[in-house]
């Protein structure tokens, strides 16, 4: 199996940065899983942020967090990170961090591995 767990979350002023950080471990985790972030605003669906191929050569970010976020991975500790500039209140969520082994970078929700989340508050 894959665990993924997150960290680095907390509470910012608007306009401040956070980055996040997950690190990958199991018996069937691959360095050539893709990883992508996502997130979930109370009373909202889970949404895609942002992900990345295992070659580090494809990334693909919301329309929303575009020019903002940058993501990144290191494969030789297993971690992708969320580097998250300009916050704004409506980037107030729980993030995911996300595995899957498949090489197709989806927006969907049909990754087949989770993170539990981290909390992100952005005050106003």
């Known amino acids: 199996q894959v665990q993924l767990v997150e960290s680095g979350g907390g509470l910012v002023q608007a306009g401040g940065s956070l980055r996040l950080s997950c690190a990958a471990s199991g018996r069937t985790f691959r360095s050539t899983y893709s990883m992508g972030w996502f997130r979930q605003a109370p009373g909202k669906e889970r949404e895609f942020v942002a992900s990345i191929s295992w070659t580090v050569r494809n990334t693909y970010y919301s329309d929303s967090v575009k020019g903002r976020f940058t993501i990144s991975r290191d494969n030789a500790k297993s971690t992708v990170s969320l580097q998250m500039n300009s916050l704004k209140p409506e980037d107030t969520a729980v993030y995911y961090c996300?595995?899957?082994?498949?090489?197709?970078?989806?927006?969907?929700?049909?990754?087949?591995?989770w993170g539990q989340g981290t909390q992100v508050t952005v005050s106003s």
């Open positions: 996300a595995a899957d082994p498949s090489p197709i970078l989806t927006m969907t929700l049909s990754w087949n591995y």
